[in-house]
C-alpha cells in the first residue's frame, strides 16, 4: 500500500499516527513501521481489513500496534453482510473506542452529559449472531483460499500473467487472487465472452483531487493501477 522508504519524509508537525494497510492478507513492515513510530512519537494503526487470520512469526496481523481494524464485508473471509471491528490491548484506548461508539455515553441507561463528540456504532445483536457462525467456518475458508492461490501459482504460467505473491506458507492469507497482466483489457473481454468475471485493481489513491499532489512522484504507481486484474477467488 505504501513504500515504507518514503515514511519518513513525509512526516511534518502534523502527523499523529501511521496507518499501514495489510493488502490481500500481505503484512507491510510492521517492524520498520514500529521503529519510526518510537522515534516520532506516533501511534501505529494496523488496517487489516483484508488481512483477518493472517499472520507472522509475531503473531496475528491486525494485533502488533495500536489499534487494528477488520473488516466484515461481504468479500471478506468471513462476513457479517457489513461493518466492522477493532482490536487493542490498551485499556485506554478501549474505553475510549467504547465512548466514540455510543455517543460518547459513560451508562446509556442512565447518562447525565455527553462527554465529547461520539456517533451511533453499535454492533447489532443479528449482525454479531452471524459473526460467530462464521467464525466456525474459517478454517476451511482459509484452506479453500489458499487453495485457489496455490492452483493458479502453478498453473497459470504465462508470460502475460504475474501472479502478485503471497506467503501463503508461512501464514499469509490471499482473499483475492492477485496479478499483473499485459493487455489487461482484453483479457477482461476476453474471460466476459467465457462468461468468468474479473475486476481491475483499484484506480490510483494519489491522483484523487482531494489528495493529488503534483510534487510528489510515486514511481510504481501506475504499475498495479494499469496492469492489476483480480482473478475469480470467491468460496464457490
Known amino acids: 500500500n505504501f513504500n515504507e522508504d518514503l515514511i519518513e ?15 490481500n492478507g500481505k503484512m507491510t513492515n510492521i517492524v ?9 512519537k506516533l501511534k501505529f494503526i494496523e488496517d487489516a ?24 464485508s461481504i468479500p471478506k473471509i468471513i462476513t457479517t453482510g457489513q461493518g466492522g471491528f477493532v ?44 459473526g460467530i457462525e ?30 502478485i505473491p503471497v506467503d501463503v506458507d ?12 499485459n493487455n489487461r483489457n482484453n483479457v477482461i473481454h476476453y474471460l466476459q465472452n467465457k462468461n468468468i468475471e474479473t475486476r481491475p485493481f483499484y484506480p490510483n489513491l494519489n491522483k484523487a483531487k482531494y489528495l493529488y499532489d503534483s510534487n510528489q512522484v510515486l514511481k510504481d504507481d501506475n504499475l498495479y493501477s494499469k496492469k492489476g486484474l483480480f482473478l475469480p477467488s470467491g468460496p464457490d
Open 9 to 23: 519524509a513525509n512526516i511534518t508537525k502534523k502527523t499523529k499516527a501511521i496507518l499501514a494497510v495489510h493488502l
Open 32 to 40: 520498520k513501521i514500529k521503529k519510526i513510530c518510537r522515534k516520532y
Open 49 to 72: 481489513a483484508q488481512a483477518f487470520g493472517s499472520k507472522n512469526l509475531r503473531g496475528y496481523l491486525g494485533t502488533q500496534s495500536d489499534i487494528g481494524c477488520f473488516s466484515l
Open 87 to 130: 482490536v487493542t490491548n490498551n485499556n485506554r484506548i478501549a474505553e475510549k473506542m467504547k465512548l466514540i461508539r455510543t455517543h460518547s455515553i459513560l451508562n446509556v441507561n442512565n447518562f447525565e452529559k455527553w462527554n465529547y463528540l461520539g456517533f451511533n456504532f453499535r454492533y447489532t445483536d443479528i449482525q454479531a449472531s452471524i
Open 134 to 163: 462464521q467464525l466456525k467456518i474459517i478454517n476451511k475458508r482459509k484452506k479453500s483460499l489458499i487453495d485457489i492461490y496455490k492452483k493458479y501459482r502453478d498453473k497459470l504460467v504465462n508470460k502475460n500473467f504475474k501472479l
Open 170 to 181: 508461512n501464514g499469509e492469507i490471499p482473499i483475492y487472487a492477485e496479478f499483473l497482466v
